[in-house]
């Protein structure tokens, strides 16, 4: 009888993972999928949140088993349906994490009875040509006294066939403060020979240190989505916690979120979120206008303006004791000190740009079509003859063209007609401005930058392209102010930047990635404790190699350990002090079972 339930659980099993195998060549199933009542099955890849990137970066697409969790109407399902192996259901949202782990146990079992599904050698359950599966990953509650938190398998193959199996197991320990629970790294290593009978073992290191927090003065960056650390791998590992030597590879991390009210280019930031609800305005009909200002109205400013260009015009303008280009640079950018070298203010505004920076101020429809009709009657009467950019193709640059020749058409400033007028005059002002930042600099040619100030898409496209922009400029001015970088690292960063935005939407959680020498940010961390830190210890080549990793970080590795669990401690003070860095300590050991 055990045999024949054991029989019936390996072909369960097998009949659900070959299933959702399928499913998921099109795309990952929306639902999990339930085992024998009590074993929730995901398959997780693509996009999907991975659970275990943390202590494991193997297989993009992975089964993930933890602890079912039901509804008291699926419970009474279950009994009734107690002699089916498998069946699909739509499970409760997951309220405590803890809930999620697997006793270790039950984790055990379905790793053996994965272990017989992948095993070509088994054929009792009838299968003449059996699949390579993906990696299967077990939560596990972490109750046996190594605290075991995950269990994994992982198929060795050599072909289309499989060989043997990758066994893991992870532990999980913390957090703590305590470094003499940290071991020491040859008793790490002794500790690798003994249990893969070798001889020889190499090391390598990794180490994650957080440079948005270091490089910041005085907490200067807000609590936001904004990261910014570098990853930094080496060989030769000598002690435990050590420093990376200055021969490292490293990586930068960026992930920064646009509009931090500190950002040197905040107040362009605000005139973009300006243009987006003009934007927003022509699609809905319902356009979001900016509080009233405190200072002049946006038709006296546009007034001002229009009598100012018309005494130049007559030959009787008295020039005043006023730095104009000051008001040029708190309209284009409100540069901050430190980083005026890299995006000063444009000296070369048109007409209809300098009109935008009267008109970003309206604070209603009415005072948007005011502001419009005094510009049309100044251009009509022939009181303004304003200069524009050559090749400017707003309606209100083809207006003023016309103008030249004393011969304007109609203009109907009623609907969106307005809104879009605006929106164009906008487009315009805010691409020259990123244009002028990036080959001012030197970090890209007009050419390279064509797809994002074309005017060949809708005006829509042509917004969500200058969304992108602003994000760039913000990871620009950020490493810049930040992290002093100069045109050596700022230009093959840019060059990452535009070939991820030319071929994917906005996306302010991307994490760009530049590779780096450490010395480039070293003054950032060296006297600082990594966010992570891992050794990894492996013997043997090939489809042979095992490794021993010994990790610690600042955050858990697992999201289903729970305070009350007597497996995590939490030591929060050492001696009476809690300034000492808290880390949880992690170890994933590694076995090979050969099935040839």
């Not at 043997?164 to 999980?172: A, Q």
């Not at 305005?281 to 946006?298: F, H, I, N, R, Y």
């Amino acid at each position: 009888m055990a045999a024949e339930r054991r029989r019936r659980a390996v072909g369960g099993l097998s009949g659900l993972l070959l299933r959702m195998r399928e499913e998921g060549k099109d795309s990952i199933p929306e639902h999990p999928y339930i085992y024998e009542t009590d074993v929730e099955i995901s398959l997780v890849g693509g996009s999907c949140k991975n659970p275990v990137e943390k202590f494991w970066n193997g297989s993009s697409t992975m089964y993930i088993l933890q602890k079912a969790t039901h509804s008291e109407e699926s419970d009474s399902m279950e009994e009734s349906r107690a002699d089916d192996a498998v069946y699909t259901s739509e499970v409760l949202p997951k309220e405590t994490p803890g809930a999620l782990a697997l006793s270790v146990g039950r984790a055990k079992q379905l790793i053996s009875l994965y272990t017989m599904v992948q095993n070509p050698n088994v054929t009792s359950l009838g299968m003449s040509d059996l699949a390579v599966l993906p990696p299967l990953w077990a939560r596990s509650d972490g109750s046996d006294p190594q605290h075991t938190c995950w269990m994994g398998a992982e198929p060795l193959k050599a072909g289309n066939k499989v060989t043997g199996l990758n066994i893991y197991m992870v532990s999980c320990d913390g957090p703590t403060a305590d470094k003499t629970r940290f071991p020491n790294l040859e008793e790490l290593k002794m500790e690798h020979k003994i249990r893969h009978h070798s001889s020889v073992v190499t090391t390598k290191g990794f180490a994650r240190y957080e440079l948005i927090a270091a490089a910041a003065i005085e907490d200067t960056i807000a609590e936001s989505g904004s990261n910014i650390y570098v990853d930094i791998t080496w060989n030769g590992v000598e002690k435990i916690l050590e420093t990376p030597p200055v021969i490292s590879a490293a990586t930068l991390n960026i992930a920064l979120e646009s509009g931090d009210p500190r950002s040197p280019v905040f107040q362009l930031y605000r005139e973009l979120q300006f243009l987006l609800a003009l934007a927003e305005g022509l699609k809905t009909d319902v356009t979001e206008w900016p509080e009233p200002s405190e200072s002049e109205s946006a038709p006296k400013l546009v007034q001002e303006f229009l009598t100012d260009l018309k005494k130049k015009l007559d030959g009787d303008y008295i020039f005043e004791d006023k730095n104009e280009t000051e008001e040029i640079k708190c309209d284009t950018a409100a540069v901050d000190s430190c980083i005026k070298s890299i995006f000063g203010e444009r000296g070369d505004l048109d007409f209809t740009e300098q009109l935008w920076c009267k008109m970003k101020s309206v604070s209603s429809y009415q005072e948007l079509i005011d502001c419009f009709t005094l510009v049309i009657k100044s251009l009509e009467c022939g009181e303004i003859q304003p200069w524009i950019h050559q090749g400017s193709s707003s309606f209100l640059s083809q207006l003023i063209q016309q103008s030249y020749h004393g011969k304007m058409e109609d203009v109907s400033l009623s609907d969106i007609t307005p809104i879009q007028m605006l929106l164009e005059i906008g487009l315009e002002k805010m691409k020259k401005d990123y244009v002028s930042f990036f080959i001012g600099q030197e970090l890209a040619t007009v050419t390279y930058l064509d797809y994002f100030i074309s005017t060949s898409v809708g005006l829509q496209e042509q917004v969500h392209r200058v969304q992108k922009l602003h994000h760039m400029l913000e990871i620009m001015v950020s490493c810049t102010g930040l992290l002093q970088f100069r045109h050596e690292n700022l230009f093959p960063l840019t060059q990452i930047c535009m070939k991820y935005y030319k071929e994917n939407p906005l996306n302010e959680k991307h994490v760009f990635q530049l590779p780096i020498r450490p010395a480039l940010v070293k003054k950032f961390y060296q006297n600082d404790n990594p966010e992570v830190w891992r050794v990894e210890i492996s013997s043997g080549h090939g489809q042979k190699e095992v490794k021993t990793t010994w990790q610690v970080s600042t955050t858990a590795p697992v999201e289903h350990g729970t305070s009350n669990n007597s497996g995590f401690l939490s030591d929060s003070t050492v001696n009476g002090s809690s300034e000492e860095r808290l880390y949880f300590i992690t170890m994933t050991q590694c076995s090979q079972v050969q099935f040839t």
